[in-house]
Nanobody, 121 residues
Framework: QVQLVESGGGLVQAGDSLRLSCEAS??????MGWFRHAPGKGREFVSA????????YYADSVKGRFTISRDNAKNTVYLQMNSLKPEDTAVYYC????????????????WGQGTQVTVSS
């Protein structure tokens, strides 16, 4: 059974850092992505990484502040978030797909339940 479990969310102040983790089970060799959903907004692409880790993508809004990485031995993908801003407040979801990494949600077949990130000003 395919399962994605996110962790690492929380309440922080602007300028702080958080690291999100997404542990996968039930499949292998999938590209992974992070998306977020803020109240009153649609789902937004954040970052993605290929299975090998050699290709990464970032939304312009997080480029230079967030870093995606993965440890395939642990079946885990990470999102290191630095210099957090109140506008980063959202539920963050990880996703996995077999059609390569990319910015579009239709590339991903499996989704986690999400983890809340709240950044206070």
């Amino acid at each position: 059974q395919v399962q994605l479990v996110e962790s690492g969310g929380g309440l922080v102040q602007a300028g702080d850092s958080l690291r999100l983790s997404c542990e996968a089970s039930g499949f292998s060799r999938y590209a992974m992505g992070w998306f977020r959903h803020a109240p009153g907004k649609g789902r937004e692409f954040v970052s993605a990484i290929s299975w090998s880790g050699g290709i990464t993508y970032y939304a312009d809004s997080v480029k230079g502040r967030f870093t995606i990485s993965r440890d395939n031995a642990k079946n885990t993908v990470y999102l290191q978030m630095n210099s957090l801003k109140p506008e980063d407040t959202a539920v963050y979801y990880c996703a996995a797909g077999g059609r390569g990494a990319g910015r579009y949600s239709h590339l991903y077949d499996y989704w986690g339940q999400g983890t809340q990130v709240t950044v206070s000003s």
